[in-house]
């Protein structure tokens, strides 16, 4: 027995240090490397930070564009940070959209998982790729590309976003233009929108300039 | 008009160029490499490469596992081939039981759809992780990491797995061990499982030798 | 002599081997991957295939963005595939423009070389960091964040982009939404823009639907 | 001899700059990442960073599995951090035993330098690849995937495997089902062996529940 | 109004936490990290981060290689760290030369922008790939391979060397070889020079041993 | 039975496709790409596809460098490719030598198994790091920096190094200078070497111009 416990102690110890790094939970206090988060102390994590309870229940789609997102990457779910892959929830109303958008840190991979939603994105080629998906119906986006859903029936639609990134980055196209203190004349420039539609849709989101 | 011709055509030309690899949809005819299939020809890609019904049906459950696993990676659905992420239902009957496995090419996000699942995995420290999740709830396994998922409900669950790989793999330990011709001598000296319980599950799972 | 025969031989043989893979010059014939397109035969590669001289000449700014962009990506320039950098050339007459785009593949450094170029981007979170840029200056823009590079003088600027990808990608904005056949409806539900801005600059752009 | 002394200044303090990052020994005391350990300062770095002494001697091979696996990974040899290779020594006494393992982050390449080792691998198709290796043979087993060396010769043997990775890890299959808290019924059911082959597994390797 | 304000503020939120590492610009005074430097807090991040005026003005080429070299790598330019691409100034004075050297860590594309330089690399097959560049012309040397320029005319030439990292590094044969402590013993058996030019080497350039 | 063989087929045929790219043998006559060689059809790939023996035996070192170093890289050991690891053998016989070398495309572990070996580097910040080891010692190059190991005993040392690439590539340095056709005056305006040292070590290792 003694041989035992020799053997269990020294390859216990070994895994031990050959373990480091089979994962990194995310120290939201430490600093952010171009790789990601610091990692926690190992010996501080449990399994609460391997499993999330945020995206059980709707977000609120009381609002202009009748849809909710709800994130679960490094920031919010610390056990991804390092592993290449988050979710989100996405509620969608009647009458609801995800505006037109990007990831540039990663490809998305929607599943729809209630009611109806048409999807598209568009390629570097000006290609659209559009369809619409009922529930258990998958779609793939690749990185970096404009894509939207929008609800494509009477009720509710309900989806997640996978990611091949624990930070994909979200960048909302009319919040990019309109929602910020980039000047009226550049965006206009860069646009070819005319003005009104400019300062009307800064004036909506809250934009300056 | 002329001018907006010339510089529609001359961008065009030069997007069309520029945007080979936004994607890479798998041609399965094609030769493999290590970072994923060949390309089919863009010309000949459409948004049902894109997209995927084949995760909308439960898998067939009637079997002694009484679960089913419904792969979505490149080779089933070619639109993610090269981009990092793939996903595969789950169905998992009351009583039922996703084996214990691992994925040596990804890490797993698991999102619960239906039911009651206790999902667990052991890290290289020997560390247990296992929590027990509901509808809307997710967990992740980091990759190459022993895990696994057993219905703890009455009724049967539903859940969807998304990889941060177009090939995750797939490696089913029962069968690793016991379902092919890998010596019982051998599988005895590396498990430290006596003859009689190797041969009996043998016997069960169809291996030899 | 003979030593120094076998030695020179041997290890001529052995380099041989060993350097495969130095680079990986695009077979443009070839079938594209994941990682980028297969390779020339390293027998029939020549220093022809590492030089070009397409940016020698500005490109024709005679049209409505008054502004020409020249990539030597994959392909144009097969020495760069698999090398991770490729380039472009910008040529913005007076007056011109370089519209609204993002590179889904790859960041981007901008170097000035001629007049005065006013650049910027904007972040996920909606920041805006934009900058007038002069000869020997240099902007990097991370990547698939929305950018734009406009004539900040009365003269033609030019200026070289640099990308961490031999295949980076360029999505235009006002191509993306309105040079194809996105439907009007979808357009103006995901991006908030009436009816009648959205059909003129169809009109102009040549999309359809 | 004045310019001599200028370049060489001027080209010296550039060297400087511009080295960061041939290397980044780990700072075992500072914060881990994703993509390794945080840096020791390039100022404290000596040679013996890079050097190990500590495979020259055989491990300690009194113990059940007749065996004994001395690592040389970030956390033993900080100089490898980083720099995605890493090495460990293993000592096999006649009838001993590697058990079935894996390494979640990395290929494995085994040199046998001394005696005889019978080796082998299964496939995500659960194939089975195993061969008897000899002094100077090597064998490569593919990142996560079951693995084990036996002892095939009245005689230690000895041998070096290599990593793809710096942290590669570490999982034996025995120490994961048996040598922690995970419960009984949980490894029964996942694994599909008896109720006393587990228990009596735990009691030898020290696990619970 | 309310609603838009709800929507305004709750996306924003998200997009604040989504948008962690769109970038990642180098905190120099942080610890470094195998992907680079650690993140100056994004709050502090402002556009002169993205921006250097280092390179508008000629290196000092008063030194016996008539050349000067001015990087824009992490170290200089901390808004590259992460983002895989950096880039350099190259003045070449008159009969002036960039000795042959490497960079360890990056491919490089060359861009020449006044004069005539004459540049080449060789391949691990050692076949040598030379060609002289006008004004415009690019040349791409793949990473880690022995390379050189030279002015190839009456005037001074300038050129920008683009490399696909933040951090390529850079290794002068001959100050690898001669301006260090290398001992002339090693450095004779190691390249088969002869001792009075190793000693009048290490003489001229500051070398001892 | 039927049950169990219902889901032994089934679970067969996920794992088979799931199975896809756990590794990819090179097809030596199939296309090489950024990634590696294109992968051989699983259905023929056997046990000796991982596995050689080719380093059992000591190269021959009747040559002027009293050295021989045989490499199993993917175009002699096509299991590795893809994997992100490799290996050769060194023997150095006594007085013998491998010369001032790099790798472009990986780091190298050395691990000495006979004799004595004097190795060192020299890093971008030409900083010195040498040391001579013994049997068992390991010593870690970083990726791409100049590297030399030379016989420090009387007797016949062998070593193995290790690679983080399936295609490290390997550059000798007099190999590169002189033993192809870069005109001599370039390597002399390149390297400060004279005339008359370039054209004899030109004549010796059979250089022309």
Do not use: W
Request: proline share 5%; aromatic share 10%; charged share 10%.
């Amino acid at each position: 027995m003694i041989h035992i416990f020799l053997i269990v102690c020294s390859l216990f110890t070994f895994s031990a240090h050959a373990a480091v790094q089979d994962f990194c939970v995310a120290d939201l206090k430490g600093p952010d490397t171009p790789a990601g988060y610091t990692c926690k102390p190992a010996a501080t994590v449990t399994v609460d930070d391997f499993v999330s309870t945020g995206l059980r229940f709707a977000g609120n789609t009381s609002n202009i564009i009748k849809a909710a997102v709800t994130p679960a990457f490094s920031a919010q779910f610390p056990g991804v940070n390092g592993l290449g892959i988050s979710i989100a929830r996405l509620d969608v109303a009647a009458g609801g959209v995800v505006p037109m958008h990007t990831h540039p840190g990663g490809s998305e991979l929607l599943l729809v998982t209630q009611g109806f939603i048409t999807a598209g994105f568009v390629s570097s080629a000006n290609t659209v790729y559009v369809k619409t998906l009922k529930k258990g119906d998958i779609m793939v986006f690749p990185q970096g590309l404009l894509h939207f859903q929008v609800n494509a029936g009477g009720v509710t639609a309900v989806a997640f976003a996978s990611f091949s990134s624990a930070t994909p980055g979200l960048q909302i196209l009319d919040f990019a233009l309109f929602a910020n203190d980039l000047p009226s004349k550049l965006v206009e420039a860069t646009t070819f929108l005319d003005d009104a539609t400019v300062k009307k849709l800064k004036a909506v989101l809250g934009g300056t300039g």
